[in-house]
Structures are given as C-alpha cells and as structure tokens.
C-alpha cells in the first residue's frame, strides 16, 4: 500500500454525479449518476494527503473528510468550475455523467400541458475533460465511459479522441455495476497501450486501486 503522504502537495480536480439541464423551472434532463464513484476517488486521494477538489453535480452524498466539495448543477456550471480551480492540478480526473445536450433555451415559466406532442431542442454542451485536455499546462487526464456494448472499442476511441491519459470503462448495461450501485469493475486503457483489469468489488476498493495506477 502507498505510503499516507503519497500525495502531499499534489492538487487533485475530480467531477462527480450527474448534470442537471434545466427545461422550464420544474422540469430538468439528467440521468442515473449517484456520485459514489467520484467521492470514493475524492475519498482515496485525500486519504493519501492530495488537496483534493470535487466538482460534483446534485447527488445526496456528504463531502468525505478533508476534500473541498463544489456543488453545481448545470455542465456549463461545472465547466467553469473547473476551469476555476485547475490551474495547479497535478491530476484531472472527469468520472462525472455531464450531459451531453441542454435545451436550447430555457423557458422561463412552466410548459403547461396543452398539447399532444411537446418538442424540445437540445443543443450540445461543452465537454469539460476535452477542454482540460486541450490546456497549455495540462493536468494528468483521467477519463470514464461509460458504455453498454463495444466497451473496448467505444473506450480507446475517446482516450485519443480526447487525448487522454487513461480512461477506466465500465459497462454500464450490467445492472450491479456502473450507475447508482455499490460496486464497480473497470478496464483500463492507457495512452501507451497498457491495460489493467479490475475485478468487480466496491466502488472504495475500485478507487483506491485507480489512485494507485494513478499516481505510480
Ligand atoms: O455516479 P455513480 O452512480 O457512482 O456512477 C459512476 C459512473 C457510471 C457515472 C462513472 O463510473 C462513469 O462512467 N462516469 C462517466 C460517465 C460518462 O458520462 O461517460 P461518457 O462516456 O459519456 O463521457 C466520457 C468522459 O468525458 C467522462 O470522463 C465524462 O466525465 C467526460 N465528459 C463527457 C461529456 C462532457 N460534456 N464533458 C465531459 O467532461
């Protein structure tokens, strides 16, 4: 096991949970993320003594000890968020399900029910590990996906798409893993073609190994 002050005086940025996209002012797109993976990871990383700063969407989770928890609830929220505190990062880790698409406007007064058909236009939102990636001085880039068929495939694509480091997949078509559950299993994939298979077990047991293929 890594020593407790592994971490000292490294800056850690990690996104959690999910976006919330407002329609109208009761309405939102969102989708099943609970958080748990991002705090674990918060979580392992302060553990072994990295300032850590978790930018997370609306979950109902406690911030675990010593980790500075940002809420937001929009991916244009979170993106500024980030881009706010990532300046010193030594590592990005982007494990949040952002939406990809928010209403192109937002209706200010509720949508009453008088038609048969509602249409609503989507647009694309910005993605926030892209634009980590894309920096100058660029933090250690850590990606998720999540993905239900081609896990492999679908994975490598965004690490280069994205110009990753790493990126862990997880198949999120098997109930018991994934979205909102306890437990996890993840593959993997580095930018110099290494692999790494995680065995399912508890989202905790999962972070403190993805820290620790992290930081060696
Ligand atoms: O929160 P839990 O219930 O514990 O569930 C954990 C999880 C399943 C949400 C998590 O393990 C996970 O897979 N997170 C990423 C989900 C996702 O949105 O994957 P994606 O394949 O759509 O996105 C790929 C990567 O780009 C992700 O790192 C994502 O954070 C990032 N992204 C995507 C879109 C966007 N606009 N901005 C981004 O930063």
């Known amino acids: 096991y890594p020593a407790q002050d592994t971490l000292q005086g490294q800056h850690w940025v990690i996104t959690a949970g999910p976006t919330r996209e407002q329609i109208d002012p009761v ?10 993976m991002g705090f674990a990871l918060a979580k ?11 930018v997370s969407g609306p979950v109902s989770l406690e911030a675990p000890p010593a980790v500075n928890l940002i809420k937001v609830k929009s991916a244009q929220d979170m993106l500024d968020s980030v881009m706010e505190h990532i300046s010193d ?18 209706i200010a007064q ?8 509602l249409h609503v236009d989507f647009v694309k939102n910005p ?15 850590v990606g998720f996906a999540a993905e239900t068929q081609k896990l492999e495939h679908y994975a490598k694509d965004k690490l280069k798409r994205k110009n990753l ?8 078509a098997n109930g018991k893993i994934g979205f909102d559950s306890d437990e996890n299993a993840v593959t993997v994939f580095f930018k110099n073609d290494r692999t790494e298979v995680l065995q399912q077990c508890c989202k905790h047991k999962i972070a403190s190994q993805l820290v620790y293929l992290i930081q060696k």
Do not use: W
């Not at 392992?44 to 978790?54: D, E, F, M, P």
């Not at 993605?127 to 880039?141: N, S, Y």
């Open 127 to 141: 993605d926030i590990l892209q634009t980590v990636a894309e920096l100058k001085q660029r933090p250690f880039c």
């Open 27 to 36: 309405r939102f797109l969102s989708n099943n993320s609970s958080g748990k």
């Open 110 to 117: 509720k949508i009453k029910k008088n038609t048969q058909e």
């Open 89 to 106: 990062a030594r590592v990005f880790i982007g494990c949040a399900a952002v939406a990809d698409y928010r209403p192109a406007e937002f």
């Open 165 to 172: 480091d790493m990126i862990c997949a997880n198949n999120v």
């Open 44 to 54: 392992a990383a302060a553990r072994l003594g990295a300032k850590v700063t978790l």
